[in-house]
């Protein structure tokens, strides 16, 4: 169990990376429905992958 003052910011944590994972899942779709050469939505998909991991990092660690 989890002190109760920890719940709120548990909370807080786990919905500020959900919107994190939204956004990116939201992104990658939007590439990868796009009309774009496969190779330059490969690259832009590694670019947000990368955006991705930083982002998260400093929420965990």
Known sequence: MY??????LLQSL?????DLDFEHESDVETIRTSTAEE???Q????RLQE????????YVR
């Open 3 to 8: 002190a109760t003052e920890l719940l709120p």
């Open 51 to 58: 955006r991705h991991r930083e982002r998260c990092t400093s």
């Open 39 to 41: 190779w330059l939505k």
């Open 43 to 46: 690259a832009a998909i590694r």
């Open 14 to 18: 786990l919905a500020d990376l959900a």
